[in-house]
């Protein structure tokens, strides 16, 4: 049984950072990718970064590029999103997600079947 656990969440000051985890278990194959994904109360779901053990590909949103970076253990058993220079609009509850790949671009929620239980993530301004 696939499980995701997210951890790393809190309260941060605008311009600070923060460490994601995603403890991943139970693939029984190596095809997959793991992303991440957060929703700020009443918006929708959005695809922030996922990283393929398929093929290494690593995928960022606009709204996050040159400031998140997506990593991975060598076992796969974490994923990371390292989030720096962060802004009032990153605040939102973070969902580590994975899925068996490959998948299009931009990634969607719709696309990935295994999800954990989520982690916030406040930037004061």
């Known amino acids: 049984e696939v499980q995701l656990v997210e951890s790393g969440g809190g309260l941060v000051q605008a311009g600070g950072s923060l460490r994601l985890s995603c403890a991943a278990s139970?693939?029984?194959?190596?095809?997959?990718?793991i992303g991440w994904f957060r929703q700020a109360p009443g918006k929708e779901r959005e695809g922030v970064s996922y990283?393929?053990?398929?093929?290494?590909?690593?995928y960022y949103s606009d709204s996050v590029k040159g400031r998140f970076t997506i990593s991975s253990d060598n076992a796969w058993n974490t994923v990371y999103l390292q989030m720096n220079s962060l802004k009032s609009e990153d605040t939102a509850v973070y969902y580590c997600?994975?899925?068996?790949?490959?998948?299009?671009?931009?990634?969607?929620?719709?696309?990935?079947?295994?999800w954990g239980q989520g982690t916030q993530v406040t930037v004061s301004s």
């Open positions: 997600a994975a899925e068996w790949g490959p998948i299009e671009e931009p990634m969607t929620a719709e696309d990935f079947d295994y």
């Open positions: 990283i393929s053990r398929i093929d290494g590909r690593i």
């Open positions: 139970g693939f029984p194959f190596d095809d997959y990718l």
